[in-house]
């Protein structure tokens, strides 16, 4: 599954991870911490809409 930010467009791919940030390759959406922000805008995850 994928989730968009829905304010820059950066996508969060629960298969691929974010690396870059220490979010591992297989990581679900709702395991990310609940402090998770864009990488790129920083709002929080209330601000991502599923994407597919």
Do not use: H, R
């Not at 996508?11 to 940030?21: F, K, L, M, R």
């Not at 220490?22 to 790129?40: M, Q, R, S, V």
């Amino acid at each position: 599954m994928k989730y968009t930010c829905d304010v820059c467009g950066w996508t969060y791919d629960e298969a691929v991870g974010d690396p870059d940030n220490g979010i591992a390759p297989g990581t679900k959406w709702e395991d990310l911490p609940a402090d998770f922000t864009c990488p790129l805008c920083g709002v929080g995850k209330d601000q991502f809409s599923k994407s597919e």
